[in-house]
């Protein structure tokens, strides 16, 4: 079993839909990141969280720690949100971080 | 938002060549950067961490002599992978941190070996 398990796999979605994803891991952690991939490869970090929620535009990032779980939400989702969303955790003492397989989301106009 | 780049973007070389690539933070600096691999649709797998002025610490299975990593200042890292054959063919990715923050990531660079 991963360290960070991510689900669903694949999402598929109209456009307007609010999204969830969700990332649950088995680790202590010091922070959560959440990541967002196109197809043409690039990364850019949306979210670095250690506790409560993060709010930017339409994306909303949540976590909690009890139960070792963290939600990405989009609102008023649109084509342009089609991507790979990756939770990654950053475990606790130590410098790396710990991939979810990813969610290929696909926003349908 | 903090911008790392990543040069070339893309790179085609024969077998048995050398292909370096950079991974340079613009706005800031950094005192750690990873350096990360993936293959197509799987996740970043990290290849090794890099602190400035000190050797590249490895992951396992990844073979120190075949990719070097030199991070010789606090804005740029280079990755060289060494003798390269086609299964070296991948998506190589880094990432930049300053001290407790976030990694930002650079674009990426398409490998490809012949």
């Known amino acids: 079993k991963n360290e960070v398990e991510q689900s669903p796999q694949n999402l598929t979605a109209q456009e307007g839909e609010f999204i969830t994803i969700n990332c649950s891991y088995s680790?202590?952690?010091?922070?959560l990141h959440w990541l967002q991939q196109h197809p043409g490869g690039g990364i850019v970090s949306l979210f670095m969280?250690?506790?409560g929620k993060k709010k930017h535009g339409r994306l909303i990032a949540t976590i909690n720690i009890q139960e070792k779980h963290s939600s990405l939400h989009i609102t008023a989702s649109h084509p342009r949100d089609s991507a790979v969303y990756i939770c990654?955790?950053?475990?606790?003492?130590?410098?790396?971080?710990?991939f979810g397989q990813g969610t290929r989301l696909t926003i349908n106009p | 938002g903090a911008v790392v780049s990543q040069h070339p973007s893309r790179v085609i070389c024969k077998s048995g060549t050398s292909v370096k690539i950079e991974c340079r933070s613009l706005?800031?600096?950094?005192?750690?950067m990873f350096w990360y691999r993936q293959f197509p649709k799987q996740s970043l797998m990290l290849m090794a961490t890099?602190?400035?002025?000190?050797?590249?610490?490895?992951e396992q299975g990844v073979e120190k002599d075949k990719f070097l990593i030199n991070h010789a200042s606090l804005t740029l890292s280079t990755l060289t992978v060494t003798s390269a054959h086609p299964e070296d063919s991948s998506f190589y990715i880094c990432?930049?941190?300053?001290?407790?923050?976030?990694?930002?990531f650079g674009p990426g660079t398409r490998l490809l070996v012949l």
């Open positions: 990432s930049a941190r300053r001290a407790q923050e976030t990694q930002y």
């Open positions: 680790v202590g952690i010091s922070a």
């Open positions: 969280l250690s506790s």
């Open positions: 990654a955790a950053k475990i606790q003492g130590a410098q790396k971080l710990v």
């Open positions: 706005d800031f600096q950094a005192t750690t």
């Open positions: 890099s602190n400035e002025g000190s050797k590249a610490t490895y």
